[in-house]
């Protein structure tokens, strides 16, 4: 389906965190290990924080490892929180607006996985969704749609309330049109200072999800890797798959569970949809 990365701590060049990782985003493209497909190449996107309030955006519908464009943005770019995702589109088109992360205001987004009977349900999820929001849905995605029903459930006010009511709407809708797995997701969403990430499906069997340990402890477990060196002790990711393979770099995010990374401290919550 997609695959994802979400980096928060002191800034770091764009291309430490996409080209230059053993496993990196750009290396998923074509050789994804634990996605739904092995290729990801439709279209990809970079959200980032910088000088400005609202979030850098550079999204495209060519594929991450043929982009000038991109290798040359992540040479010179550097930002201490950033949003970067590859799609493999599970059947809307392959144009600019369907590419993740998706923004609003300070807000970014990005999703894994699928809203099943999307087009069966569309039109009531639509009209779910505040009248005031709606005019800003710029694709035809079930990923940008599922972004602002939580807007519109109170993402910003608190994200995983806005997140799970999300949900609940989508699986009661769904169950009054006989489907009966809707929901498979892994999300990522930040207002630029604090990431949340979820991992969760209605079947129970929900796409892969990582997040990376603490970077102190990994210093002294390999003193001679020169690339633990130069992040700060707050340092953090959350990722579809891992991007290397220090061994005791990552640990496996439970099943219906949520991530909230703020500074240095992490948290993992359980996640369970709430019917709005």
């Known amino acids: 389906m997609c695959r994802w990365l979400a980096y928060s ?28 497909t092995t290729t990801n190449g439709d279209g990809f996107g970079v959200g980032w924080y910088g000088a400005v309030e609202t979030p850098g955006l550079f999204r495209s519908t060519d594929p991450v490892w043929n982009d000038r464009n991109l290798r040359e943005l992540c040479a010179h770019a550097s930002a201490g929180r950033v949003f970067a995702h590859i799609r493999a589109s599970t059947g809307s088109a392959v144009q600019q607006t369907n590419c993740h992360p998706f923004r609003h205001g300070r807000w970014l987004w990005m999703h894994n996985g699928v809203l099943a009977g999307f087009r069966e349900m569309k039109r009531e999820l639509a009209m779910a969704v505040d009248p005031e929001l709606f005019p800003d849905i710029e694709g035809s995605t079930d990923s940008e749609m599922f972004f602002f029903l939580a807007m519109t459930f109170g993402l910003k006010d608190d994200a995983r309330a806005g997140v799970a009511r999300a949900v609940g709407l989508v699986e009661e809708v769904a169950g009054r049109h006989g489907i009966e797995y809707p929901v498979q997701m892994t999300v990522a969403t930040t207002d630029g200072d604090t990431t949340w990430a979820f991992r ?23 003193p001679d890797h020169p690339a633990l060196h130069e992040l700060s002790d707050d340092a953090r990711l959350v990722v579809s798959e891992p991007l290397g393979d220090l061994r005791g770099a990552w640990r496996e995010v439970p099943e219906a569970s949520s991530v909230i ?5 992490d948290e993992v919550r359980p996640f369970a949809p709430v019917l709005p």
């Open 261 to 265: 990374v703020h500074g240095g401290e």
């Open 9 to 36: 701590g002191s800034p770091v060049l764009l291309e430490d965190l996409l080209y230059k990782p053993k496993n990196s985003l750009v290396v998923q493209g074509q050789h994804s290990r634990l996605g739904a």
């Open 200 to 222: 969760y499906s209605s079947e129970g069997r929900s796409r892969s999800l990582y997040q990376s340990t603490d970077v102190s402890t990994l210093r002294e477990q390999y």
